[in-house]
C-alpha cells in the first residue's frame, strides 16, 4: 500500500516547520515546534499502518486486520510530546516569571569560546565593539590585563 501524497506532503511541512521553530531562542516557538514534530511523527506513523478491521481474533478475518503497531507506537508517541510539552511549558513559565521574557540566552562559557575562536582566526576578523564586555565575561576571559589594570586588551 502506497502513502497518500496529501499525507506525505502534511508530514513534510509538519517537520520542516517544527525544526524551524525549535531553532529559535523563544521557548514559546521551541514548544510549538516541539508540538509540531510530534503531530508530524504521529502523522508519519498512522501512514505506516494499513486499514482494516479491529485486531482481536475472532472478530476479524486474519488478512483483514489492521497492524496494531502503529497504533501502539502513535499512542507512545502522545505521551512523549504530552512530556515535552508540560516541560517546556514548566522551563518558559519560570523563565517568564524570572526574566520577564522567555528567550535562552548565551552562556557565558559559550561566549568564552567564541571569543577563543575568533582569536584563532586570525586578527581582525571579530569586531571588538561587538564582543562581550560584560564583567562575568571577562573574569573567565584569559587574555592579558592591560598596563593599568583597568581592563583587558585584545
Avoid: C, K
Amino acid at each position: 500500500m502506497s502513502p497518500n501524497l496529501v499525507y506525505v506532503v502534511v508530514v513534510g511541512v509538519l517537520f520542516a516547520a517544527g525544526v524551524t521553530l525549535l531553532l529559535e531562542r523563544s521557548l514559546t516557538r521551541v514548544l510549538m515546534g516541539v508540538i509540531l514534530l510530534g503531530n508530524g511523527a504521529n502523522l508519519l506513523l498512522l501512514t505506516g499502518g494499513r486499514a482494516g478491521g479491529p485486531p482481536i481474533v475472532g472478530t476479524t478475518a486474519e488478512g483483514e486486520m489492521a497492524d496494531p503497531l502503529p497504533q501502539a507506537m502513535v499512542l507512545t508517541a502522545i505521551v512523549i510530546t504530552l512530556g515535552m510539552t508540560a516541560f517546556l511549558l514548566a522551563l518558559a513559565y519560570r523563565s517568564w516569571h524570572l526574566n520577564g521574557h522567555d528567550e535562552v540566552q548565551d552562556d557565558v562559557e559559550d561566549r568564552r569560546i567564541m571569543e577563543l575562536a575568533d582569536r584563532d582566526e586570525g586578527p581582525g576578523t571579530a569586531d571588538p565593539e561587538t564582543t562581550d564586555r560584560t564583567p562575568a565575561a571577562v573574569a573567565h576571559d584569559d587574555r592579558p590585563v592591560a598596563a593599568g589594570g583597568s581592563g583587558r586588551t585584545r
